[in-house]
Nanobody
Framework: EVQLVESGGGSVQTGGRLRLSCTIS????????IGWFRQAPGKEREGVSY????????YYADFAEDRFFASSDNAANTVYLRMNRLKPADTAVYYC??????????????????????????WGQGTQVTVSS
């Protein structure tokens, strides 16, 4: 069974930073694409970041551009999300999610719709990020 576990959340003040980690187990790491999502109370889940599994080109939501940075360590089966200059609006539960990369055609489809939550079959339990004023 594929499992994902997030860690690294916590409480910080405005302008602070955190590094989130997501470790995947139960499968070969390079067969799956992993994205970061977040969900605030009463809000819909939204995409944060994604890394193309072939060329490692990175994609970010507008609110994350120039503040959040995604990376991966294939040997450790782990992806990271470095979050800088945090704001109260960043307060949410942060999730990592995985989907089977599959064919080249599917890779292209994911590049166009990486933030669509319905693309992902496996989700972690989430880690809370709280940013205070």
């Amino acid at each position: 069974e594929v499992q994902l576990v997030e860690s690294g959340g916590g409480s910080v003040q405005t302008g602070g930073r955190l590094r989130l980690s997501c470790t995947i187990s139960g499968t070969t790491f390079d067969e799956y694409s992993i994205g970061w999502f977040r969900q605030a109370p009463g809000k819909e889940r939204e995409g944060v970041s994604y890394i193309d599994p072939i060329d490692e080109n990175k994609y970010y939501a507008d609110f994350a551009e120039d503040r959040f940075f995604a990376s991966s360590d294939n040997a450790a089966n782990t992806v990271y999300l470095r979050m800088n200059r945090l704001k109260p609006a960043d307060t949410a539960v942060y999730y990592c999610a995985a989907t089977l990369t599959g064919t080249i055609a599917n890779r292209i489809r994911l590049m166009k719709s990486w933030a669509d939550t319905t693309n992902y079959s496996y989700w972690g339990q989430g880690t809370q990020v709280t940013v205070s004023s």
